[in-house]
């Protein structure tokens, strides 16, 4: 599926360790991901799951504890403190969720777009003709002289994307950018990360708790307790993908399948609410049938459990309570 050549980002085994006087907290563990040059991918995960870390660490604002990540052919564990402040400053553009921490309040929209550019060296023509350009791909060329308080949280959200890409990065991350916003503007939030990234061929990568998020990237990915759990992944039908070209795709063309992630030792997460469903404790046997690979609860873990009554067969015991499994294998969602 993945083209080495066309690898932008990869994460192998990445472990993130927070150590906090005695206490040491494991916000990656293991974390497996690869990007390639001009995705878009969504990142969704519980809150503490450790997607501002991985995102820090994307950045160049963060070390990892240990593993691999490399970036554009750099190893970011590799450089000095000034080239992994160059890489973030030249490479990587930020757009947070609080837009305090994306732009300055008294400035203009404009004047917001600019001053990283300033900050870059740029030249004033460049400047003027890349801040225009940026304010027109977001929608704000009209607004471009309001100041950051005549705009809406959506529109200075906007500006802040824009800002972002004052440095021509080849990295947009965006941390929770829907965050503070109602669902209505989220969604024009999100359709301005999309233009861009189409328009511009931007790698794009969004954490965001939007619902609607799996119909506007390429691939959701799933993030539980540090490490990659499901990928979720748009595929257009193949009648759909032998017609580019000749009319635009249908959302209705377009299924969406949810994976689970196996790393390079070939392990997995089972999500949570399958080993409860079957009582699955800390043990399971593995079976390799023809449907595929089958993990069972050990048995006699539920003899056991219940208290045996005797002469009575472990069969005669009424089953375990069997709610319909939706299976993540099976599982195909359609539309959004
Ligand atoms: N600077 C830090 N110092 C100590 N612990 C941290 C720090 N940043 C994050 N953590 C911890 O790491 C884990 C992952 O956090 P984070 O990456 O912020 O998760 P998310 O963004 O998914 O909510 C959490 O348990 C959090 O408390
Ligand atoms: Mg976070």
Request: net charge neutral; with cysteine.
């Amino acid at each position: 599926m993945q083209n080495a050549n066309n690898i932008l980002i990869n994460c192998d085994n990445l472990v993130k360790i927070y150590k906090i006087a005695e206490l040491e907290v494991v916000a990656l563990q293991g974390l497996d991901l690869t990007v390639e040059r001009g995705e878009m991918v969504g990142i969704v995960g519980a809150s503490g799951s450790g997607k501002t870390t991985l995102l820090n660490i994307l950045g160049g604002l963060d070390r990892p504890s240990a593993g691999r990540v490399t970036v554009d052919g750099q190893d970011l564990l590799k450089l000095s403190d000034a080239a992994l402040n160059r890489y973030r400053r030249k490479k990587v553009g930020f757009v947070w969720q609080q837009t305090s921490r994306n732009l300055i309040p008294y400035l203009t929209a404009q004047e917001n777009v600019k001053l990283p550019m300033t900050v870059a060296g740029m030249s004033r023509r460049e400047k003027r003709a890349w801040a225009r350009e940026l304010l027109q791909a977001v929608g704000l060329y009209q607004r471009r002289k309001h100041r950051l308080v005549q705009l809406s949280g959506g529109e200075q959200q906007r500006v802040a994307i824009a800002a972002a890409l004052a440095n021509k990065p080849i990295l947009l991350l965006a941390d929770e950018p829907t965050g503070e916003v109602d669902s209505a503007t989220a969604q024009t939030i999100l359709e301005t990360f999309q233009r861009l990234n189409e328009t511009l061929g931007l790698t794009t990568i969004i954490v965001t708790h939007e619902p609607g998020i799996v119909g506007q990237v390429d691939r959701v990915v799933a993030i539980r307790d540090g490490r990659t759990s499901t990928e979720t992944i748009r595929q257009v039908s193949q009648l759909e993908q032998a017609m580019v070209g000749e009319h635009p795709v249908e959302e209705e063309d377009v299924t969406y399948h949810e994976y689970v992630v196996l790393d390079s030792a070939g392990r997995l997460q089972v999500p949570r609410e399958y080993l409860e469903q079957l009582d699955i404790g800390d043990r399971a046997t593995l079976e390799v049938t023809e449907e595929g690979i089958l993990i069972r609860p050990v048995a006699g873990r539920q003899a056991a459990a219940a208290p045996l009554l005797p002469g009575l067969e472990e069969e005669e015991l009424p089953a375990p309570r069997r709610r319909g499994l939706r299976g993540l294998w099976a599982r195909v969602r359609r539309g959004r």
